[in-house]
């Protein structure tokens, strides 16, 4: 288990900037984000594009109407559920 944080950005679209912009200011390279339901919509935020990888839930990539970059990486529910586990700590942002 890692003793790193997985951040679970659930936040809807006009608030995702700023959630992303709180988390720049916290977030190590070691953390892992997951984009959830309307912040799926921030993709090409600036921050985001710096990150190496970045989850995202299968469903939720549906909204997205441009080919996803190379460094997201897209998650089912059970994978989901893997990913939560393998952390200590998992921080909801809305």
């Known amino acids: 288990m ?4 997985l951040y679970l950005i659930q936040s809807n679209y006009a608030a995702t900037a700023q959630i992303l912009e709180q988390l720049a200011q916290i977030y190590t390279p070691v953390d892992q984000i997951i984009l959830m339901g309307e912040a799926v919509l921030q993709l090409e935020h600036s921050f985001l594009q710096n990150l ?8 939720d990539a549906e909204l997205l109407t441009q080919p996803l970059p190379d460094q997201v990486k897209l998650v089912n529910f059970a994978d989901f559920a893997d990913l939560c586990l393998g952390f ?3 921080i909801s942002m809305k």
């Open 2 to 5: 890692s003793n790193h944080t």
């Open 52 to 59: 190496p990888q970045i989850y995202m839930l299968e469903n």
């Open 88 to 90: 200590n700590r998992c």
